[in-house]
């Protein structure tokens, strides 16, 4: 029985360590439209780029920012057990151009549809994630 807890040690240990080191959050930006656009992007515990795995999209509402969402929310939580890679773009000056006219993207005329479609398929080509 002594000789095992070692062995038993060690492989808790890895599990561990692996558990915690597994999560991948990238921090990263895209240049679209004249500017760099940021963005936070979380790849979950079981990604591997043998398997193809869905993009959720996640939008910060007014005033808030990609991080705060995923810090906030835990998509990236639920994203470790749905299997689905996670992305959190950053609206210019913390809004989205919704259409409403009202918010700071608006005013500007800001493309964040291009830029969302840009992202996507940034992400689609640098990570393995279902393009249908």
Known sequence: MKKQLPLFITILIFLISHRLFSQTT???SLYHDSGYR???SYLPIPYTSAIKFPLVVILHGGGGDGLLY????KFDEIGDTANYVSVFP???NNSWAAGSGYSPSDSDNVDDVGFLIALRDSLIFSYSIDSL
Do not use: E, S, W
Not at 70 to 73: E, Q, R
């Open 26 to 28: 990238i921090i990263d």
């Open 38 to 40: 940021k963005y936070a």
């Open 70 to 73: 995923k810090n906030n929310y």
């Open 90 to 92: 950053y609206g210019l």
